[in-house]
Protein backbone atom coordinates (compact mmCIF):
# COMPACT_ATOMS: atom_id res chain seq x y z
CA UNK A 1 0.00 0.00 0.00
CA UNK A 2 1.35 3.48 -0.88
CA UNK A 3 2.24 5.62 2.24
CA UNK A 4 0.89 9.43 2.40
CA UNK A 5 0.85 12.02 4.61
CA UNK A 6 2.93 13.34 7.41
CA UNK A 7 3.86 10.68 9.47
CA UNK A 8 3.90 8.14 6.02
CA UNK A 9 6.10 10.90 5.05
CA UNK A 10 7.93 10.45 8.60
CA UNK A 11 8.05 6.65 8.47
CA UNK A 12 9.49 6.50 4.36
CA UNK A 13 12.17 8.80 5.44
CA UNK A 14 13.01 6.17 8.83
CA UNK A 15 12.84 3.36 6.00
CA UNK A 16 15.36 5.07 4.01
CA UNK A 17 17.32 5.79 7.00
CA UNK A 18 17.32 2.34 8.78
CA UNK A 19 18.32 0.47 4.92
CA UNK A 20 21.41 3.66 4.83
CA UNK A 21 22.20 1.62 8.25
CA UNK A 22 21.44 -2.05 7.45
CA UNK A 23 24.73 -1.32 4.85
CA UNK A 24 27.54 -2.71 6.69
CA UNK A 25 29.01 0.80 6.97
CA UNK A 26 32.31 1.14 9.38
CA UNK A 27 33.82 4.12 11.51
CA UNK A 28 37.01 4.37 11.95
CA UNK A 29 37.68 6.13 15.49
CA UNK A 30 40.95 8.40 16.07
CA UNK A 31 42.23 9.90 19.44
CA UNK A 32 43.91 13.17 18.75
CA UNK A 33 45.75 13.59 22.42
CA UNK A 34 47.06 17.48 21.73
CA UNK A 35 46.82 20.47 23.33
CA UNK A 36 49.18 23.08 22.18
CA UNK A 37 46.33 25.39 19.90
CA UNK A 38 45.84 26.97 23.34
CA UNK A 39 47.06 27.12 26.97
CA UNK A 40 45.35 24.62 29.23
CA UNK A 41 46.55 22.04 30.30
CA UNK A 42 44.60 18.72 30.63
CA UNK A 43 42.48 18.95 26.48
CA UNK A 44 44.98 16.10 25.62
CA UNK A 45 43.17 13.84 27.72
CA UNK A 46 39.97 14.18 25.89
CA UNK A 47 40.44 11.11 23.66
CA UNK A 48 40.90 9.04 26.78
CA UNK A 49 37.82 10.13 28.59
CA UNK A 50 35.62 9.93 25.58
CA UNK A 51 36.61 6.32 25.23
CA UNK A 52 36.14 5.54 29.13
CA UNK A 53 32.64 7.13 28.75
CA UNK A 54 31.88 4.36 26.59
CA UNK A 55 32.06 5.51 22.98
CA UNK A 56 32.90 2.05 21.53
CA UNK A 57 30.62 0.25 22.67
CA UNK A 58 27.46 2.97 22.04
CA UNK A 59 28.83 2.49 18.29
CA UNK A 60 28.98 -1.01 17.98
CA UNK A 61 25.50 -1.05 19.30
CA UNK A 62 24.29 1.02 16.39
CA UNK A 63 25.18 -1.95 13.65
CA UNK A 64 28.64 -0.29 12.69
CA UNK A 65 31.68 -2.02 12.16
CA UNK A 66 33.91 0.46 14.50
CA UNK A 67 37.56 0.38 13.23
CA UNK A 68 39.53 2.13 16.84
CA UNK A 69 42.86 3.31 15.72
CA UNK A 70 43.88 4.42 18.98
CA UNK A 71 45.57 7.78 19.34
CA UNK A 72 48.50 9.47 17.33
CA UNK A 73 51.40 10.07 19.26
CA UNK A 74 52.42 13.59 19.03
CA UNK A 75 56.56 14.23 18.81
CA UNK A 76 57.37 17.18 21.19
CA UNK A 77 59.12 19.78 19.98
CA UNK A 78 62.14 21.49 22.19
CA UNK A 79 62.21 24.60 20.23
CA UNK A 80 59.07 25.88 19.29
CA UNK A 81 59.21 29.71 19.43
CA UNK A 82 56.42 32.14 18.95
CA UNK A 83 55.75 33.30 15.20
CA UNK A 84 53.90 37.07 15.23
CA UNK A 85 51.78 36.68 18.12
CA UNK A 86 51.41 32.79 17.15
CA UNK A 87 51.96 30.32 19.49
CA UNK A 88 53.63 27.00 19.45
CA UNK A 89 53.28 27.14 15.47
CA UNK A 90 56.05 24.21 14.68
CA UNK A 91 54.01 21.87 17.25
CA UNK A 92 50.77 22.37 16.10
CA UNK A 93 51.49 22.11 12.32
CA UNK A 94 53.40 19.06 12.57
CA UNK A 95 50.29 17.75 14.69
CA UNK A 96 48.01 18.98 12.02
CA UNK A 97 50.38 17.60 9.31
CA UNK A 98 50.07 13.83 10.68
CA UNK A 99 46.53 13.85 11.33
CA UNK A 100 45.86 15.22 7.88
CA UNK A 101 47.15 11.83 6.55
CA UNK A 102 45.75 9.92 8.91
CA UNK A 103 42.33 11.21 8.51
CA UNK A 104 43.07 10.98 4.41
CA UNK A 105 43.26 7.39 4.62
CA UNK A 106 40.64 6.77 6.91
CA UNK A 107 38.11 8.31 4.70
CA UNK A 108 40.10 7.18 1.81
CA UNK A 109 39.38 3.16 2.80
CA UNK A 110 35.70 4.19 3.09
CA UNK A 111 35.21 4.93 6.90
CA UNK A 112 33.23 7.43 8.46
CA UNK A 113 36.30 9.19 10.07
CA UNK A 114 35.50 10.24 13.76
CA UNK A 115 38.26 12.62 15.28
CA UNK A 116 39.06 12.74 18.88
CA UNK A 117 40.29 15.95 20.41
CA UNK A 118 42.55 17.24 21.51
CA UNK A 119 41.88 21.22 21.17
CA UNK A 120 39.92 22.71 17.95
CA UNK A 121 43.25 23.80 15.90
CA UNK A 122 43.29 19.75 14.86
CA UNK A 123 40.51 20.50 12.72
CA UNK A 124 42.98 21.99 10.51
CA UNK A 125 44.39 18.36 9.66
CA UNK A 126 41.08 16.58 10.23
CA UNK A 127 39.27 18.69 7.53
CA UNK A 128 41.70 19.12 5.23
CA UNK A 129 42.66 15.14 5.22
CA UNK A 130 39.19 14.57 4.89
CA UNK A 131 38.99 16.98 1.45
CA UNK A 132 41.98 15.54 0.13
CA UNK A 133 39.65 12.44 -0.23
CA UNK A 134 36.52 14.20 -0.93
CA UNK A 135 37.75 18.23 -2.37
CA UNK A 136 33.19 18.93 -2.41
CA UNK A 137 32.95 18.73 1.26
CA UNK A 138 31.25 21.36 3.07
CA UNK A 139 31.37 22.01 6.73
CA UNK A 140 29.67 22.52 9.31
CA UNK A 141 31.06 23.74 12.75
CA UNK A 142 29.22 23.84 15.63
CA UNK A 143 30.84 25.97 18.30
CA UNK A 144 30.55 29.11 21.01
CA UNK A 145 33.05 30.78 18.87
CA UNK A 146 34.09 31.07 15.26
CA UNK A 147 38.00 29.81 15.37
CA UNK A 148 38.06 31.92 12.38
CA UNK A 149 41.08 34.38 13.65
CA UNK A 150 44.01 34.81 11.32
CA UNK A 151 47.64 35.74 13.18
CA UNK A 152 47.08 39.89 12.66
CA UNK A 153 43.20 39.86 13.97
CA UNK A 154 44.12 36.99 16.94
CA UNK A 155 43.47 38.35 20.29
CA UNK A 156 45.56 35.18 22.30
CA UNK A 157 47.52 34.26 19.56
CA UNK A 158 46.06 30.49 20.38
CA UNK A 159 45.76 28.53 17.06
CA UNK A 160 42.52 26.59 18.28
CA UNK A 161 40.79 29.98 17.86
CA UNK A 162 42.22 30.23 13.81
CA UNK A 163 42.03 26.79 12.38
CA UNK A 164 39.44 28.34 9.65
CA UNK A 165 41.29 30.61 8.69
CA UNK A 166 43.91 27.95 7.43
CA UNK A 167 40.82 26.62 5.31
CA UNK A 168 38.98 29.01 3.29
CA UNK A 169 40.13 30.41 0.11
CA UNK A 170 39.02 34.12 0.19
CA UNK A 171 41.76 34.29 3.05
CA UNK A 172 44.33 33.12 1.67
CA UNK A 173 46.25 36.45 0.94
CA UNK A 174 45.81 37.31 5.08
CA UNK A 175 47.25 34.23 6.44
CA UNK A 176 51.28 34.96 6.55
CA UNK A 177 54.09 32.08 6.43
CA UNK A 178 53.41 30.32 9.40
CA UNK A 179 56.29 27.76 10.02
CA UNK A 180 54.84 24.39 10.68
CA UNK A 181 52.76 24.99 8.01
CA UNK A 182 54.60 25.01 4.78
CA UNK A 183 51.86 21.67 3.81
CA UNK A 184 48.62 23.44 4.29
CA UNK A 185 47.03 25.17 1.11
CA UNK A 186 43.47 26.52 1.63
CA UNK A 187 40.14 24.08 -0.05
CA UNK A 188 37.37 25.51 1.26
CA UNK A 189 35.13 28.53 -0.34
CA UNK A 190 33.20 30.31 2.54
CA UNK A 191 30.13 29.49 1.10
CA UNK A 192 30.45 25.91 1.75
CA UNK A 193 30.72 26.42 5.53
CA UNK A 194 27.64 26.90 8.48
CA UNK A 195 28.49 27.83 11.81
CA UNK A 196 25.70 27.00 14.57
CA UNK A 197 25.77 28.31 18.09
CA UNK A 198 28.16 31.20 18.07
CA UNK A 199 28.49 33.86 21.09
CA UNK A 200 32.27 34.89 21.67
CA UNK A 201 33.60 35.88 18.27
CA UNK A 202 36.46 38.77 18.07
CA UNK A 203 35.88 41.97 16.42
CA UNK A 204 38.32 40.74 13.75
CA UNK A 205 36.13 37.72 13.21
CA UNK A 206 33.15 39.44 13.07
CA UNK A 207 34.52 41.52 10.33
CA UNK A 208 35.58 38.46 8.26
CA UNK A 209 32.18 36.72 8.88
CA UNK A 210 30.30 39.71 7.68
CA UNK A 211 32.52 40.90 4.50
CA UNK A 212 32.72 36.97 3.02
CA UNK A 213 29.12 36.57 4.03
CA UNK A 214 29.50 33.18 5.68
CA UNK A 215 25.91 32.05 6.86
CA UNK A 216 25.83 31.78 10.50
CA UNK A 217 23.65 31.08 13.57
CA UNK A 218 24.55 32.98 16.62
CA UNK A 219 22.43 31.47 20.00
CA UNK A 220 20.33 34.58 19.72
CA UNK A 221 18.98 33.54 16.15
CA UNK A 222 18.12 29.95 17.57
CA UNK A 223 16.59 31.49 20.09
CA UNK A 224 13.97 33.43 17.34
CA UNK A 225 14.32 30.54 14.62
CA UNK A 226 14.24 27.78 16.53
CA UNK A 227 16.63 24.68 15.90
CA UNK A 228 14.48 23.05 13.61
CA UNK A 229 14.68 25.92 11.34
CA UNK A 230 18.13 26.44 11.57
CA UNK A 231 18.83 23.52 10.86
CA UNK A 232 16.95 23.31 7.56
CA UNK A 233 18.05 26.63 6.19
CA UNK A 234 21.78 25.20 6.85
CA UNK A 235 21.39 21.89 4.78
CA UNK A 236 19.50 23.76 2.16
CA UNK A 237 22.61 26.15 2.14
CA UNK A 238 25.08 23.70 2.16
CA UNK A 239 23.27 20.86 -0.04
CA UNK A 240 20.37 22.39 -2.24
CA UNK A 241 23.16 22.68 -5.05
CA UNK A 242 24.41 19.46 -4.77
CA UNK A 243 24.53 16.64 -2.27
CA UNK A 244 27.77 16.04 -0.87
CA UNK A 245 29.81 14.97 2.05
CA UNK A 246 29.16 16.63 5.51
CA UNK A 247 32.33 17.55 7.71
CA UNK A 248 30.79 18.22 11.30
CA UNK A 249 33.06 20.25 13.73
CA UNK A 250 31.99 19.36 17.11
CA UNK A 251 33.41 21.65 19.85
CA UNK A 252 31.67 20.74 23.09
CA UNK A 253 31.46 24.48 24.24
CA UNK A 254 28.65 24.52 21.82
CA UNK A 255 27.03 23.33 24.81
CA UNK A 256 25.46 25.44 27.79
CA UNK A 257 28.59 25.49 30.64
CA UNK A 258 25.75 23.76 32.62
CA UNK A 259 26.04 20.73 30.11
CA UNK A 260 29.10 20.56 29.14
CA UNK A 261 31.50 22.11 32.57
CA UNK A 262 34.65 20.43 31.28
CA UNK A 263 36.14 22.55 28.99
CA UNK A 264 38.78 25.48 28.51
CA UNK A 265 36.89 28.64 26.77
CA UNK A 266 33.22 28.22 28.25
CA UNK A 267 30.48 30.50 27.33
CA UNK A 268 26.83 31.09 29.21
CA UNK A 269 24.02 30.70 26.70
CA UNK A 270 24.83 27.85 24.61
CA UNK A 271 22.85 25.17 23.20
CA UNK A 272 20.47 22.74 25.39
CA UNK A 273 20.90 19.33 25.34
CA UNK A 274 17.91 18.79 22.61
CA UNK A 275 19.30 21.56 20.75
CA UNK A 276 22.40 20.22 20.31
CA UNK A 277 21.24 16.14 19.72
CA UNK A 278 18.56 17.49 17.44
CA UNK A 279 21.11 19.36 15.39
CA UNK A 280 23.13 15.95 14.54
CA UNK A 281 19.98 13.84 14.13
CA UNK A 282 19.15 16.08 11.32
CA UNK A 283 22.67 15.91 9.93
CA UNK A 284 22.79 11.81 10.30
CA UNK A 285 19.29 12.07 8.45
CA UNK A 286 20.54 13.64 5.01
CA UNK A 287 22.64 10.13 4.84
CA UNK A 288 25.62 12.64 4.21
CA UNK A 289 28.10 12.90 6.93
CA UNK A 290 31.44 11.69 5.92
CA UNK A 291 33.66 12.74 9.04
CA UNK A 292 33.31 14.38 12.34
CA UNK A 293 35.34 16.14 14.86
CA UNK A 294 34.65 16.07 19.02
CA UNK A 295 36.92 18.66 20.65
CA UNK A 296 38.04 20.70 23.39
CA UNK A 297 36.77 18.00 26.16
CA UNK A 298 39.27 18.69 28.95
CA UNK A 299 38.75 16.44 32.39
CA UNK A 300 41.12 18.69 34.02
CA UNK A 301 38.74 21.45 34.02
CA UNK A 302 35.86 19.88 35.78
CA UNK A 303 34.93 20.88 38.95
CA UNK A 304 34.56 17.52 40.38
CA UNK A 305 34.67 14.06 38.48
CA UNK A 306 31.07 14.37 37.92
CA UNK A 307 31.37 17.23 36.32
CA UNK A 308 33.92 15.15 33.76
CA UNK A 309 32.06 12.55 33.63
CA UNK A 310 28.58 14.55 32.62
CA UNK A 311 30.75 16.45 29.68
CA UNK A 312 32.31 13.20 28.69
CA UNK A 313 28.96 11.42 27.99
CA UNK A 314 27.45 14.40 26.39
CA UNK A 315 30.17 13.99 23.88
CA UNK A 316 29.82 10.35 23.48
CA UNK A 317 25.64 11.29 23.36
CA UNK A 318 26.85 14.11 20.00
CA UNK A 319 29.30 11.88 18.21
CA UNK A 320 26.59 8.44 18.65
CA UNK A 321 23.34 10.24 17.31
CA UNK A 322 25.44 12.12 14.74
CA UNK A 323 25.73 8.47 13.63
CA UNK A 324 22.06 7.67 13.85
CA UNK A 325 21.58 6.67 17.55
CA UNK A 326 17.68 7.35 18.36
CA UNK A 327 16.02 7.13 22.04
CA UNK A 328 13.11 5.06 21.05
CA UNK A 329 10.36 7.16 21.05
CA UNK A 330 12.13 10.13 20.12
CA UNK A 331 11.26 10.79 16.97
CA UNK A 332 7.63 8.60 16.08
CA UNK A 333 5.69 6.94 18.38
CA UNK A 334 6.16 3.75 19.20
CA UNK A 335 3.81 2.16 16.91
CA UNK A 336 4.92 4.04 13.73
CA UNK A 337 8.47 3.15 15.22
CA UNK A 338 7.82 -0.92 14.77
CA UNK A 339 5.72 -0.59 11.34
CA UNK A 340 9.41 0.92 10.46
CA UNK A 341 11.03 -2.19 11.61
CA UNK A 342 8.53 -4.18 10.00
CA UNK A 343 8.31 -2.50 6.86
CA UNK A 344 12.38 -2.16 6.63
CA UNK A 345 12.63 -6.32 7.04
CA UNK A 346 10.83 -6.29 3.51
CA UNK A 347 12.17 -3.29 1.86
CA UNK A 348 15.77 -3.96 2.96
CA UNK A 349 15.96 -7.12 2.04
N1 LIG B 1 38.23 26.32 19.97
C1 LIG B 1 38.09 27.23 20.91
N2 LIG B 1 37.70 26.89 22.10
N3 LIG B 1 38.37 28.48 20.58
C2 LIG B 1 38.34 29.59 21.47
C3 LIG B 1 38.88 30.83 20.83
C4 LIG B 1 38.85 32.02 21.73
C5 LIG B 1 39.29 33.32 21.08
N4 LIG B 1 38.37 33.72 20.05
C6 LIG B 1 40.69 33.20 20.49
O1 LIG B 1 40.86 33.28 19.31
O2 LIG B 1 41.61 33.01 21.22
Known amino acids: MALRGPVSRLIRTQLRHRCQQNRAQSVAVLGAP ?33 HDFGDLSFQHLEQDEPYMDVKFPRSVGSANNMLFSAASRAVGAGHTFVMLGGDHSLAIGSVSGHAQQSPDLCLIWVDAHADINTPMTSPSGNLHGQPVAFMLKELQDKMPDIPGFSWTKPFLSSRDLVYIGLRDVDPGEHHILKSLGIQYFSMRDIDRLGIQRVMEVTLDHLLSRKQRPIHLSFDIDAFDPSLAPATGTAVNGGLTYREG ?36 SLAVDVIASSLGQTREGAHASIEQMSAVKNDTEQLCL
Do not use: W
Not at 279 to 305: K, R
Open 34 to 66: FCKGQKRRGVELGPKVIRDAGLIDRLSALDYSV
Open 277 to 312: IYLTEEIHNTGLLSAMDLVEVNPLLGANQEAVEATA
